[in-house]
């Protein structure tokens, strides 16, 4: 019955995690296919882009709810069903999942984004903190920095770090009650989304990552084209 189990909370999440907001967004308010502008990825960074900053932080946030959504599905609608030291693996299954269905959709030819709005959502489901801390992070290197693809690396590699740091501690011990379920998660999913921006990672050494936030602003001002 496990194995049953385990496969609900794959499908839960693959199929939340799926759904390419950012897609629908910029068709529905721009009429544009987010596929062929920029990256071409489904996610926060290239929908705003494609559409602008409101559609932009519209992505990122719905992006986050679907991973939040699908791990409280999973925790409502199986934990009663699984014991309480399994539940937490089914949750982290389902916060894989999302990550996976986001990057690979079905519904866009198994194209989609690099991951961050879904992971960040499963772990904030976990830890409800783990939202600020995301929205502080990729806040100031996204519109200071300007490299969406760090800023991703680098809240992905967040996670886990917070997961184990709260398990070493005990700090936050009556918010949450992490297991190694929760780590492990925050690691698969940190390689994960490492594995989807390699592309950028390879631009990044080139010097030819592109810049979003201040950066692109500068950059895009009379005078600095050439930079």
Same mark, same amino acid.
């Given at each position: 019955?496990?194995?049953?189990?385990?496969?609900?909370?794959?499908?839960?999440?693959?199929?939340? @995690?799926?759904?390419? $907001? =950012?897609?629908?967004?910029?068709?529905?308010?721009? =009429?544009?296919?987010?596929?062929?502008?920029?990256?071409?990825?489904?996610?926060?960074?290239?929908?705003?882009?494609? =559409?602008?900053?409101?559609?932009?932080?519209?992505?990122? !946030?719905?992006?986050?709810?679907? @991973?939040?959504?699908?791990?409280?599905?999973?925790?409502? !609608?199986?934990?009663? $069903?699984?014991?309480?030291?399994?539940?937490?693996?089914?949750?982290?299954?389902?916060?894989?999942?999302?990550?996976?269905?986001?990057?690979?959709?079905?519904?866009? &030819?198994?194209?989609?984004?690099?991951?961050?709005?879904?992971?960040?959502?499963?772990?904030?489901?976990?830890?409800?903190?783990?939202?600020?801390?995301?929205?502080?992070?990729?806040?100031?290197?996204?519109?200071?920095?300007?490299?969406?693809?760090?800023?991703?690396?680098?809240?992905?590699?967040?996670?886990?770090?917070?997961?184990?740091?709260?398990?070493?501690?005990?700090?936050?011990?009556?918010?949450?009650?992490?297991?190694?379920?929760?780590?492990?998660?925050?690691?698969?999913?940190?390689?994960?989304?490492?594995?989807?921006?390699?592309?950028?990672?390879?631009?990044?050494?080139?010097?030819?990552? &592109?810049?979003?936030?201040?950066?692109? &602003? &500068?950059?895009?001002?009379?005078?600095?084209?050439?930079?």
């Amino acid at each position: 019955m496990s194995i049953f189990y385990i496969f609900c909370a794959v499908l839960i999440g693959y199929f939340l @995690g799926a759904i390419p $907001f =950012g897609k629908l967004y910029v068709w529905y308010f721009r =009429g544009k296919d987010i596929q062929e502008i920029g990256s071409g990825r489904t996610g926060g960074t290239n929908s705003l882009r494609a =559409g602008g900053w409101t559609i932009g932080f519209m992505t990122a !946030f719905s992006d986050v709810l679907k @991973g939040i959504v699908a791990v409280l599905i999973t925790r409502w !609608f199986l934990g009663n $069903f699984v014991s309480a030291d399994f539940l937490p693996w089914l949750e982290v299954a389902t916060g894989i999942f999302s990550v996976i269905g986001h990057n690979w959709s079905v519904f866009v &030819r198994f194209g989609g984004g690099a991951g961050t709005g879904p992971n960040v959502g499963w772990a904030s489901a976990i830890f409800p903190p783990m939202f600020p801390i995301a929205f502080i992070v990729m806040g100031i290197m996204i519109f200071v920095v300007g490299w969406a693809s760090v800023a991703s690396m680098t809240m992905a590699l967040i996670i886990p770090v917070v997961f184990v740091v709260i398990a070493i501690t005990g700090q936050w011990a009556g918010l949450v009650a992490i297991t190694p379920a929760y780590i492990v998660g925050g690691i698969i999913t940190s390689l994960i989304v490492g594995y989807a921006l390699r592309g950028n990672f390879v631009r990044l050494f080139k010097g030819e990552e &592109r810049v979003v936030g201040l950066r692109a &602003r &500068r950059k895009n001002q009379p005078g600095n084209a050439h930079s």
